[in-house]
């Protein structure tokens, strides 16, 4: 049984009635989270600066009878992400659930050899575009009574990764402003937390899985012997999004197979 059919076999309805927006949900974790939101009931947008990928997914989640629509968007934009929240509300009537997901960086650059464009649109996808996110989602959120929002952060935020500087930097944002906004927006019932994946078999990983040294060398780092798969992290996803987490508010949870305790 794959971790997706686990999920499967497990799915609540946890959802039902409920909207949520999945920010680069056009490939990898977002993709199968928002598989995942509409497999329990809720109506998703697939939001994504990849169009055609964002429509592939929409049309998995229709073809599995869920209900979804595309939102071409760049997180890094304020004007896009305020569209995206109107486009939400405007179609599903309302805003529960804000996964913060998307993410951009250039690969294998220690800050030395990081360019100051590279570094700034890092920030503005990978942290810039988390703000943007909350800034816009938090109203719309409570117009509907309340919400969470989930962020992707990293392993990366919490231990040393060599040769990511700007990535890094981002990441540990994102774990910085969760508690934030968890703390400025509690008291008007919206909860923010995040979850830290370590590696995960994503179109983001192929290429250094692909090489049969480089792919036993990360694996053999994590305790459970394997490479995470979306699913796993779509799991602590829903679970931070739903009221089985009602009491958890500004944490980071990670996700990684055991290689931050090794
Ligand atoms: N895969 C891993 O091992 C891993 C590990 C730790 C953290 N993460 C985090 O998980 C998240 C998802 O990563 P993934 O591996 O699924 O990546 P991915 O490359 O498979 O998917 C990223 C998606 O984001 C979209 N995107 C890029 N720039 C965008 C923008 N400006 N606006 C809107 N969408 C944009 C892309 O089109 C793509 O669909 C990221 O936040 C990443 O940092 C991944």
Not at 14 to 37: D, H, M, N, P, Q
Request: glycine share 10%; aromatic share 6%; proline share 3%.
């Amino acid at each position: 049984m794959t971790a997706s059919d686990v999920a499967a076999a497990h799915s609540r309805n946890r959802f039902a009635g409920k909207v949520a927006v999945v920010t680069g949900s056009g490939s990898g974790i977002g993709r199968e989270t928002a598989l995942a939101f509409a497999r329990e009931g809720a109506a998703v947008v697939v939001a994504d600066i990849d169009t055609p990928r964002a429509s592939r997914t929409v049309t998995e989640i229709e073809d599995r009878g869920g209900r979804a629509t595309v939102c071409t968007v760049d997180v890094g934009d304020e004007d896009a992400i305020r569209d995206m929240v109107d486009l939400t509300v405007r179609t599903f009537g309302r805003l529960d659930v804000l996964h913060n997901n998307a993410y951009w960086a250039p690969l294998n650059r220690p800050v030395t050899e990081t360019s100051i464009q590279e570094w700034d649109r890092t920030i503005a996808v990978t942290l810039t575009g988390v703000f943007l996110g909350c800034k816009h989602a938090i109203p719309a959120m409570i117009a509907s009574g309340g919400g969470a929002i989930v962020n992707t952060a990293s392993v990366a935020a919490l231990a040393a990764s060599p040769r990511f500087g700007a990535y890094v930097a981002a990441k540990g944002g994102v774990v910085a402003l969760t508690r934030s906004v968890a703390f400025d927006y509690g008291s008007v019932g919206i909860r923010c937390n995040a979850v830290a994946p370590g590696l995960i078999e994503t179109p983001a990983t192929e290429a250094v899985l692909a090489d049969p040294e480089r792919r036993a060398w990360l694996t053999g780092k994590l305790i459970v012997g394997r490479a995470g798969q979306p699913t796993d992290i779509a799991n602590a996803v829903l679970y931070l999004a739903s009221e089985e987490s009602a009491f958890m508010t500004g944490q980071t949870i990670v996700v990684d197979g055991g290689r931050l305790i090794s």
